[in-house]
């Protein structure tokens, strides 16, 4: 794997032999780290083999296609032509038309790092299970108090519950009262 730097350094010493540079001047004659990226991005070359960290590696069939393109490029094609030609080409095609000098193709040195799988590429995976359906909540039952509080029960209370409910509650209803979080109803009437 390469570098982007090491694939544009290769692209240039692939192009050293037997290329003009484009006839009309405006494209460059080598590809940049800029250039490559847009190409990249634009579907004209494949996007990188792998990444290292956030380092972008690229292969031999990378080099084929920047150099094909850059040969076409300097026998007049348009961009947009040399995409519709060299779309879904084979390393063969793209060998015929980039002519790159053997030494040049040795394969890439392999990466140090772990190389992230290319997930998209993979076949999916099964759906995770459904998680479990929760329990069932009591319905809740609701008893109101004097000062306007409402005490919450998860379960019906029976009609001689509400009286000892009551009951037991006037401590914390006085005691709520007194602080200022209850109003006293025996003092609203």
């Known amino acids: 794997m390469w570098t982007i730097d090491e694939l544009v350094e290769r692209v ?4 050293a032999a037997e290329y003009s540079g484009a006839p009309n001047g405006r494209v460059r004659d080598v590809p940049d780290r800029r250039a490559v990226r847009w190409y990249a991005t634009t579907g004209l070359v494949d996007r990188p083999s792998a990444m290292r960290g956030r ?3 690229y292969d031999t069939r990378h080099l084929l296609q920047l150099v094909a393109v850059k040969r076409r490029q300097a026998a007049g094609s348009t961009l947009a032509e040399i995409q519709a030609e060299l779309a879904g080409a084979t390393d063969a095609a793209l060998a015929s038309i ?9 394969e890439p040195r392999p990466a140090t790092a772990p190389v992230r799988p290319r997930f998209w590429a993979e076949a999916p995976a099964a759906p995770a299970p459904p998680p479990p359906e929760p329990p069932k909540a009591a319905p809740l039952s609701a008893i109101a108090l004097t000062g306007g509080a409402v005490l919450l029960l998860p379960g019906a209370p029976t009609p ?3 009286q000892d409910i009551a ?7 006085d005691l709520l009262t007194a602080r200022g ?3 006293d109803e025996r003092d609203s009437r």
């Open 181 to 183: 979080l209850l109003t």
């Open 12 to 15: 240039a010493a692939a192009l």
């Open 98 to 106: 980039a002519r790159v000098p053997e030494d040049l193709l040795g």
């Open 55 to 57: 380092t972008a590696l």
């Open 167 to 173: 009951t037991a509650a006037q401590p914390l209803l």
């Open 160 to 162: 001689a519950d509400y």
